[in-house]
């Protein structure tokens, strides 16, 4: 699959929100948001795109948000090794990332560059 401008927005909201966690028994993947303040922004934007540019392509299926009302937090889990590998395929890795990189080719184009930088930014 080709970083189009959508793509890279999303890698962007995942650098600012998302979660990939690895071990020996399970492999995960996390997105979410502010219950209150994000919400909305999740239900119309960020899960649309990431059902039209991942889930669907890869799983012909939705993501599913649920509300953690105990900790303000408006997420999706996917326990899914493919779903991770397609992350890692791109270079956004499991654990901190105090040390995350933009993906090379998302550097040497202005406009993914953008996109994402958008991404981040709306999520943090």
């Known amino acids: 699959m080709k970083i189009d401008e959508e793509l890279a927005e999303l890698f962007g909201i995942h650098i600012g929100d998302g979660c990939i966690s690895e071990n020996p028994r399970y492999s995960e993947y996390y997105l979410g948001g502010d219950l209150t ?9 960020v899960g649309p795109l990431f059902n039209k540019k ?3 392509p890869l799983f012909n299926k939705n993501v599913t948000y649920k509300e953690h009302p105990k900790v303000g937090v ?3 889990h996917i326990f899914d090794k493919n779903l991770v590998n397609f992350f890692k395929k791109f270079g956004i890795c499991s654990g901190s990332k ?6 090379k080719i998302i550097l040497s184009d202005k406009n ?4 994402f930088i958008r991404g981040l930014f709306d999520t943090d």
């Open 37 to 45: 303040e994000e919400k909305e922004y999740h239900d119309n934007w």
């Open 54 to 56: 991942i889930m669907i």
């Open 74 to 76: 408006y997420a999706f």
């Open 98 to 103: 105090i040390n995350a990189g933009i993906p």
């Open 112 to 115: 993914l560059l953008k996109r």
